[in-house]
């Protein structure tokens, strides 16, 4: 499989974009195609023993910033990394692009150069959350805003597929982000929704609120895009200023500074299941190719994990299941 990754997206790139494909590709047999300024990344790949895996660079003039206008940027800079990996996957030259850049523009470019699925409306990005009975699933968290009933529908039979093939669920329970747990509760298009995914064949329990999210009532959370990217971002605020808070109140006393060394494995392993470069990215459902996107702070931890996502989602045929069950 040829990953395409493009090495000048996020905070941190090149640098962090090329010490994550590295990795990747020195635990797979999967090439990694670097997209970006040519000679800023071949100078990055120096600091590792690169010669020997599969990791080569494709040349790209341009880069679209993080604050740009996604669909103007994209018509304006065709030769940009984001542009130019996801033709690669539309040229047949590789098979996934990840990007850590303008998640709006990864967006862009994958509705204008690879198209949607038959059957979607619009594309969902998917992420995968950690809760009390495992991880779960929250789609869409900022590909849409207004999202139809419609929509709604086919985001749950999106998410469906994934926790069924990536995360071994059998049959994942689909819940409906609301205000409350009657069926009569929402908007318009919520509601609407609601008699949709009820005559739908899902395993679908109903409306779901916030805080039922991380209790793992459901397995898949389905919700508009904006409510979605507020909720996934409010939720990142409250897991890295809790491990703030704690940090600070255990260094105020000795005695819980001993406690602390009793309790550290255990508190390693909750601050591991809250990190979300453990997950990598959240792949774009619905749209005729694989595209993950990744946090704009993400490290080559997280780069590491996103090529593995990708790789994953093409292996699993989950494009191939989504057309077959729209």
Known sequence: MRIAVDAMGGDYAPAVVVEGAVQAAKRSSHEIILVGDETRIKRELKNYRASSIPVSVHH?????GMDEPPAMACRQKKDSSIMVATRLI???????MVSAGNSGAVMTSALMVLGRLPGVDRPAIAVSIPTLKGLGLILDVGANVNSTARDLLQFAVMGNIYMKRIMKKEIPRIGLLSI?????KGDEATVEAHR???QSGLNFIGNVEGR???KGKADVIVCDGFVGNILLKFGEGIAEEFVNLFREEILKYPLRKMALMLLRGAFRDIKRKVDYTEYGGAPLLGVDGCCVICHGSSNAKAISNAIRVGAEFVEKRINQQIKESL
């Open 60 to 64: 790209s003039s341009e880069v679209i």
């Open 90 to 96: 539309k040229e047949g030259s590789a098979q996934v």
């Open 180 to 184: 409350g747990v009657e069926e009569a």
């Open 212 to 214: 039922d999210i991380l």
């Open 196 to 198: 949709l995914l009820r």
